[in-house]
């Protein structure tokens, strides 16, 4: 009955707001452009100056204004850009594309987002950053390779595992919990070179914004967040490019015209080299990465415009031809926008994930190969009906299949003690239908609404094992086994998930801010640790694996200050997690068949406060972000049924991030990243088992490492350009860890050593710390 009720007062908040367009109406719609490459502006502002209000261009250009009859004053507006008037005489629906040119200067850029000037206290979103890739190259970087999953790690609510990771934990979620895509498909593991660095070339995105609360309807999967990456278009104008050395990795870029104007087409490289200095140095290990993107798009006519994207990534480990193992994502989208008539506009995208891994053992005895993957196939339908200036409505379907592999072991030689064998795949269907509005209620009141329902099949082929005691992992009993037929289902979820926002401007400075959602996950992570390895399993909800549902509330106070130079914000939010995955105590993750009994679930909350400041205009940019935050987990059968901190509990966190314009020719970037120590498990002590030592852990996650800190400098130098050259080449010079702070990446405990090769009964804990200071240079190139 909640279900019904909710959805019918969704329906007559749409019909009472469509019944208000019931008078005579005219549409003005297009696309916003750059002018430079023809690359559509997402989140351009389109302001009718008369009626003093408008709409923003949506993640693929588009807008549509439906008002009454009239002559209006159009403002395109675009951060970066010239500002472009243009008038229209109102008598009939309007088609309007519009280039705009980019600014000569663009020296007042912001570090965060590329909305309207007072977005921060106007728009209804919150809990949300846009990245602007532009500030991101100016920050340092390690070994100088810009990342902007190291950016994100800078902001508020957002939680770095450590140094030398991609990992990032969101507002007391795990890795696992944070949707990431690049070009709508999903990445699976974000990290090259085990999180030195990120999937994600700098030279191709084009938008990319991150989602810790208020997450509209039409995405869900995940608990925590959503990070959306979109890659350039490719430039339709002219040929072009750009490229860069770095010292432990070098990239290309490509870009240009099939058919000025018509489509164009991007592909991009990028390959690191340790293997070529550890080869010079006569050693036999192989340690690399490397990835490619590529997109071409073309323009059949205004209504229907086509994409495909690739992307295509792996890591490569060798030591010594003896062990090794690697991983990589593949994946694919092809896009097709259609516009039905003026208001409704539509994106189809057909989207294929591939994510394996392997390991290798070469060795006469136990010599084996193993191999797990993770496979999707989506079809996604989505739907912008533009009612008119006062709603902007969305609705639409999405279905995903997956194939879980959990992995297929064998032998390498005769003799190897390993025999051929597999664990059974597994397979799911995931259904999505979700419907949302924005809708203005006043000037000062907007209110941002959907639900999305979600139904989650695992499905056959598959032999499914009935236990006696379905939590006995020490000594599993099965008592039955259940075969089913392909596309059989086995287990149904069906969960709704609402979502709410509200936005109240108290006066044209400042406002408060209110959201709700309730968010799904039917993909759980088999994994013991918070440091990202290749060893990942994942594995669909079943009869043994209930889905995990995060309820989030969050309330903020924005407020812009000195002609909105500079942006101030201060959020709270509380998220509830039910049926959160954790694995018994000694768990036994790697190839079990019995891998169910050792499942365990419970619950985990996590609460906090976020402050946010950033300066906007001027030479010198930047932000301050602080998070105080505490995420706790209560797990049946676990840690003595005792509640315990999660692994990425960081108590207190502050970044400070700047970026200075000395002149056109040198640009100036710092940052200070300071945190808590996050928790982690280390033996209280020792006792004898038969005839063994064996370490005694009193709690999980009872002790915590040393606080860290950290401060980083990147200077860039861009020569003098000679006006009769086409290309512009800069130099970056960068400083990691400038005071060599031996942050302890993780502690282990060891046998304490009296003399060379002599040890003692006692125990030892020894910190382990990754990068002291570490200079870079880069070259680059643009074209």
């Given at each position: 009955?909640?279900?019904?009720s909710?959805?019918?007062?969704?329906?007559?908040?749409?019909?009472?707001?469509?019944?208000?367009?019931?008078?005579?109406?005219?549409?003005?719609?297009?696309?916003?452009?750059?002018?430079?490459?023809?690359?559509?502006?997402?989140?351009?502002?389109?302001?009718?100056?008369?009626?003093?209000?408008?709409?923003?261009?949506?993640?693929?250009?588009?807008?549509?204004?439906?008002?009454?009859?009239?002559?209006?004053?159009?403002q395109?507006?675009?951060?970066?850009?010239?500002?472009?008037?243009?008038?229209?005489?109102?008598?009939?629906?309007?088609?309007?594309?519009?280039?705009?040119?980019?600014?000569?200067?663009?020296?007042?850029?912001?570090?965060?987002?590329?909305?309207?000037?007072?977005?921060?206290?106007?728009?209804?979103?919150?809990?949300?950053?846009?990245?602007?890739?532009?500030q991101?190259?100016?920050?340092?970087?390690?070994?100088?390779?810009?990342?902007?999953?190291?950016?994100?790690?800078?902001?508020?609510?957002?939680?770095?595992?450590?140094?030398?990771?991609?990992?990032?934990?969101v507002?007391?979620?795990?890795?696992?919990?944070?949707?990431?895509?690049?070009?709508?498909?999903?990445?699976?593991?974000?990290?090259?070179?085990f999180?030195?660095?990120?999937?994600?070339?700098?030279?191709?995105?084009?938008d990319?914004?991150?989602?810790?609360?208020?997450?509209?309807?039409?995405?869900?999967?995940?608990?925590?967040?959503?990070?959306?990456?979109?890659?350039?278009?490719?430039?339709?104008?002219?040929?072009?490019?750009?490229?860069?050395?770095?010292?432990?990795?070098?990239?290309?870029?490509?870009?240009?015209?099939?058919?000025?104007?018509?489509?164009?087409?991007?592909?991009?490289?990028?390959?690191?080299?340790?293997?070529?200095?550890?080869?010079?140095?006569?050693?036999?290990?192989?340690?690399?990465?490397?990835?490619?993107?590529?997109?071409?798009?073309?323009?059949?006519?205004?209504?229907?415009?086509?994409?495909?994207?690739?992307?295509?990534?792996?890591?490569?480990?060798?030591?010594?031809?003896?062990?090794?193992?690697?991983?990589?994502?593949?994946?694919?989208?092809?896009?097709?926008?259609?516009?039905?008539?003026?208001?409704?506009?539509?994106?189809?995208?057909?989207?294929?994930?591939?994510?394996?891994?392997?390991?290798?053992?070469?060795?006469?005895?136990?010599?084996?190969?193993?191999?797990?993957?993770?496979?999707?196939?989506?079809?996604?339908?989505?739907?912008?009906?533009?009612?008119?200036?006062?709603?902007?409505?969305?609705?639409?379907?999405?279905?995903?299949?997956?194939?879980?592999?959990?992995?297929?072991?064998?032998?390498?030689?005769?003799?190897?003690?390993?025999?051929?064998?597999?664990?059974?795949?597994?397979?799911?269907?995931?259904?999505?239908?979700?419907?949302?509005?924005?809708?203005?209620?006043?000037?000062?009141?907007?209110?941002?609404?959907?639900?999305r329902?979600?139904?989650?099949?695992?499905?056959?082929?598959?032999?499914?094992?009935?236990?006696?005691?379905?939590?006995?992992?020490?000594?599993?009993?099965?008592?039955d086994?259940?075969?089913?037929?392909?596309?059989?289902?086995?287990?149904?979820?069906?969960?709704?998930?609402?979502?709410?926002?509200?936005?109240?401007?108290?006066?044209?400075?400042s406002?408060?801010?209110?959201?709700y959602?309730?968010?799904?996950?039917?993909?759980?992570?088999?994994?013991?640790?918070?440091v990202?390895?290749?060893?990942?399993?994942?594995?669909?909800?079943s009869?043994?694996?209930?889905?995990?549902?995060?309820?989030?509330?969050?309330?903020?106070?924005?407020?812009?200050?000195?002609?909105?130079?500079?942006?101030?914000?201060?959020?709270?939010?509380?998220?509830?997690?039910?049926?959160?995955?954790?694995?018994?105590?000694?768990a036994?993750?790697?190839?079990n068949?019995?891998?169910?009994?050792?499942?365990?679930?419970?619950?985990?909350?996590?609460?906090?406060?976020?402050?946010?400041?950033?300066?906007?205009?001027?030479?010198?940019?930047?932000?301050?972000?602080?998070?105080?935050?505490?995420?706790?987990?209560?797990?049946?059968?676990?840690?003595?049924?005792?509640?315990?901190?999660?692994?990425?509990?960081?108590?207190?966190?502050?970044?400070?991030?700047g970026?200075?314009?000395l002149?056109?020719?040198?640009?100036?970037?710092?940052?200070?990243?300071?945190?808590?120590?996050?928790?982690?498990?280390?033996?209280?002590?020792?006792?004898?088992?038969?005839?063994?030592?064996?370490?005694?852990?009193?709690?999980?996650?009872?002790?915590?490492?040393?606080?860290?800190?950290?401060?980083?400098?990147?200077?860039?130098y861009?020569?003098?350009?000679?006006?009769?050259?086409?290309?512009?080449?800069?130099?970056?010079?960068?400083?990691?860890?400038?005071?060599?702070?031996?942050?302890?990446?993780?502690?282990?405990?060891?046998?304490?050593?009296?003399?060379?090769?002599?040890?003692?009964?006692?125990?030892?804990?020894?910190?382990?710390?990754?990068?002291?200071?570490?200079?870079?240079?880069?070259?680059?190139?643009?074209?």
């Amino acid at each position: 009955m909640k279900q019904i009720s909710l959805v019918a007062i969704l329906a007559a908040i749409f019909f009472i707001s469509h019944q208000s367009t019931a008078q005579t109406r005219h549409t003005v719609n297009g696309y916003v452009k750059d002018a430079e490459n023809g690359e559509e502006l997402i989140g351009a502002t389109v302001l009718v100056k008369e009626l003093g209000t408008g709409t923003v261009t949506n993640v693929y250009g588009f807008y549509a204004v439906s008002i009454p009859p009239g002559t209006y004053t159009f403002q395109f507006s675009y951060l970066g850009y010239q500002t472009v008037e243009q008038v229209f005489e109102l008598k009939e629906n309007v088609e309007f594309n519009i280039e705009l040119p980019v600014e000569a200067r663009q020296m007042e850029e912001l570090i965060i987002t590329d909305e309207a000037i007072d977005a921060n206290v106007s728009d209804i979103k919150m809990s949300k950053n846009e990245l602007d890739i532009k500030q991101v190259k100016k920050l340092p970087a390690l070994f100088g390779e810009p990342d902007i999953i190291k950016t994100i790690q800078l902001l508020p609510g957002v939680i770095s595992a450590g140094e030398g990771t991609s990992s990032f934990f969101v507002r007391g979620g795990s890795a696992d919990q944070n949707l990431i895509l690049i070009d709508e498909a999903p990445i699976y593991d974000p990290s090259h070179l085990f999180g030195l660095f990120s999937v994600f070339n700098a030279d191709v995105i084009k938008d990319s914004e991150l989602y810790r609360g208020g997450i509209p309807s039409r995405y869900g999967g995940r608990l925590s967040s959503i990070l959306e990456v979109r890659t350039k278009d490719g430039n339709n104008k002219k040929l072009g490019g750009a490229a860069g050395i770095g010292l432990l990795a070098s990239r290309f870029m490509l870009e240009g015209p099939i058919r000025k104007d018509k489509s164009s087409f991007i592909v991009s490289g990028r390959r690191s080299y340790v293997d070529l200095f550890l080869k010079a140095a006569n050693q036999d290990n192989l340690v690399h990465f490397y990835d490619v993107n590529a997109k071409v798009n073309w323009k059949h006519n205004n209504n229907n415009r086509f994409f495909f994207a690739l992307y295509l990534g792996r890591d490569v480990f060798s030591f010594e031809d003896v062990f090794g193992f690697d991983w990589g994502n593949t994946t694919g989208t092809f896009r097709w926008n259609h516009l039905f008539n003026d208001r409704l506009f539509s994106n189809t995208s057909i989207i294929a994930s591939h994510f394996d891994y392997k390991l290798g053992l070469e060795d006469d005895a136990q010599g084996f190969d193993w191999k797990s993957n993770l496979q999707e196939l989506t079809l996604k339908q989505d739907f912008n009906y533009f009612l008119n200036t006062s709603n902007e409505f969305e609705f639409g379907y999405h279905l995903t299949y997956r194939q879980f592999s959990p992995g297929r072991i064998t032998p390498t030689s005769e003799s190897s003690l390993f025999t051929e064998q597999a664990i059974d795949k597994m397979y799911a269907l995931d259904h999505a239908f979700y419907v949302g509005n924005q809708q203005k209620i006043s000037d000062r009141l907007t209110f941002r609404y959907g639900l999305r329902l979600s139904v989650f099949q695992n499905i056959g082929k598959q032999d499914v094992f009935i236990y006696e005691d379905p939590k006995d992992n020490i000594d599993p009993t099965r008592i039955d086994t259940v075969s089913y037929g392909a596309f059989e289902n086995i287990k149904t979820y069906v969960n709704l998930e609402p979502r709410f926002s509200a936005r109240y401007l108290l006066n044209a400075t400042s406002s408060v801010k209110l959201s709700y959602n309730r968010m799904v996950q039917n993909t759980h992570l088999i994994s013991s640790g918070t440091v990202p390895i290749p060893f990942n399993t994942w594995s669909p909800s079943s009869p043994y694996l209930k889905p995990q549902i995060a309820d989030q509330v969050a309330a903020g106070y924005f407020r812009n200050i000195k002609d909105n130079s500079i942006e101030l914000s201060a959020e709270v939010y509380y998220k509830d997690i039910q049926n959160v995955t954790d694995f018994a105590d000694n768990a036994q993750l790697f190839f079990n068949d019995d891998l169910t009994t050792e499942y365990r679930q419970g619950n985990s909350w996590s609460y906090g406060l976020e402050l946010m400041a950033q300066k906007k205009e001027g030479r010198f940019t930047g932000f301050v972000s602080y998070t105080l935050s505490k995420a706790e987990r209560d797990v049946p059968g676990v840690n003595n049924d005792k509640t315990f901190l999660a692994n990425y509990d960081r108590r207190n966190v502050l970044n400070l991030v700047g970026t200075y314009d000395l002149s056109d020719q040198w640009q100036f970037g710092a940052n200070f990243s300071y945190s808590s120590g996050r928790p982690i498990t280390v033996p209280a002590g020792r006792y004898e088992y038969d005839g063994y030592q064996v370490d005694y852990i009193t709690e999980r996650n009872g002790y915590a490492l040393p606080d860290f800190h950290k401060l980083d400098f990147s200077a860039t130098y861009i020569p003098k350009k000679n006006k009769d050259r086409k290309w512009q080449s800069s130099w970056v010079f960068s400083i990691y860890n400038i005071y060599s702070r031996k942050n302890a990446f993780t502690i282990y405990t060891r046998l304490k050593e009296i003399e060379d090769g002599v040890y003692s009964d006692e125990k030892e804990a020894v910190k382990i710390s990754l990068f002291p200071i570490l200079p870079s240079v880069t070259y680059n190139i643009r074209f």
